[in-house]
């Protein structure tokens, strides 16, 4: 079954809302700034994220999920 992290990857969703909702835990952050990485765990599974963000026209958040490869059809 799958878990309610899988679906963080393409979402743009913010580390530290999904941190307040108890979806997952940060584990460590780059130095403060516009463009920044948080290391997060899911609450739930225990699977591991690296989330990039950028700045731009708006802010972006960019879900990596650590020793996964990418399936087939997914974006
Ligand atoms: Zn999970």
Do not use: F
């Amino acid at each position: 079954m799958a878990c309610r992290c899988e679906a963080l990857p393409g979402s743009n969703r913010e580390p530290t809302k999904e941190q307040d909702a108890g979806t997952v835990r940060i584990l460590s952050t780059s130095e403060p700034g516009w463009d920044m990485t948080y290391e997060l765990v899911c609450a739930s599974c225990a699977r591991r994220y690296t989330v990039r963000q950028t700045d731009g026209p708006a802010t972006q958040w960019k879900w990596v999920p650590h020793g996964l490869k990418r399936r087939r059809g997914e974006v």
